[in-house]
T-cell receptor
């Protein structure tokens, strides 16, 4: 099955600096890569995603890059703010065992702390 | 439009007790999922249902059963709870699409098994 590795597990940055979180995946058939943000005690929420036919996608201060050859993708947050402090999860979408079924395999998460 | 609703929010059980976690979505999604979240382990898939009438095992199905009651509802049952099942449980739903599997999560159920 799919295996998603995420690094680092914790990351501290000064407010205004950039943060980068990296993930690798094992299944070359994976074709959709979302990133979720989870604030303390809350549910995971999608912040950005990328399909396999795109190399980069940007949404204001957040960007994601994908290298299909190397099977890795990264989340970049620029001009970090205290409200960016949260746990971030990467995921890769793979086909499940049933016909027409798809599932996400998640990385173990990165706890980002933005220091004011 | 409430999205994905889970009940209960909190539960404490004694070892050996049984309970059912309820999940309902109002987004007309075909696919629904149950995850558990433990510190440092990320989100691990317990069971999923690609569409009404089908269920499949995920990464950690042992000790759990599920029922896809209809298109809206997907329940998770612990027949004989064990301390190792102490966790936060999340239900999620999504469209059934190969290229865009956005999953929307419920608020979670915090379960403690003593």
């Amino acid at each position: 099955g799919e295996n998603v590795e995420q690094h680092p597990s914790t990351l501290s940055v000064q407010e205004g600096d950039s943060a980068v979180i990296k993930c690798t995946y094992s299944d070359s058939a994976s074709n959709y890569f979302p990133w979720y943000k989870q604030e303390l005690g809350k549910r995971p929420q999608l912040i950005i995603d990328i399909r396999s036919n795109v190399g980069e996608k940007k949404d204001q201060r957040i960007a994601v890059t994908l290298n299909k050859t190397a099977k890795h993708f990264s989340l970049h947050i620029t001009e970090t703010q205290p409200e960016d402090s949260a746990v971030y999860f990467c995921a890769a979408s793979t086909q499940g065992s049933g016909a027409g079924s798809y599932q996400l395999t998640f990385g173990k998460g990165t706890k980002l702390s933005v220091i004011p | 439009n409430a999205g994905v609703t889970q009940t209960p929010k909190f539960q404490v059980l004694k070892t050996g007790q049984s309970m059912t976690l309820q999940c309902a979505q109002d987004m007309n999604h075909n696919s629904m999922y149950w995850y558990r979240q433990d510190p440092g382990m990320g989100l691990r898939l317990i069971y999923y249902s690609a569409s009404e009438g089908t269920t499949d095992k995920g990464e950690v199905p042992n000790g759990y059963n599920v029922s896809r009651l209809n298109k809206r509802e997907f329940s998770l049952r612990l027949e004989s709870a064990a301390p190792s099942q102490t966790s936060v449980y999340f239900c999620a739903s999504s469209e059934r699409s190969p290229a865009k599997n956005i999953q929307y999560f419920g608020a979670g159920t915090r379960l403690s098994v003593l």
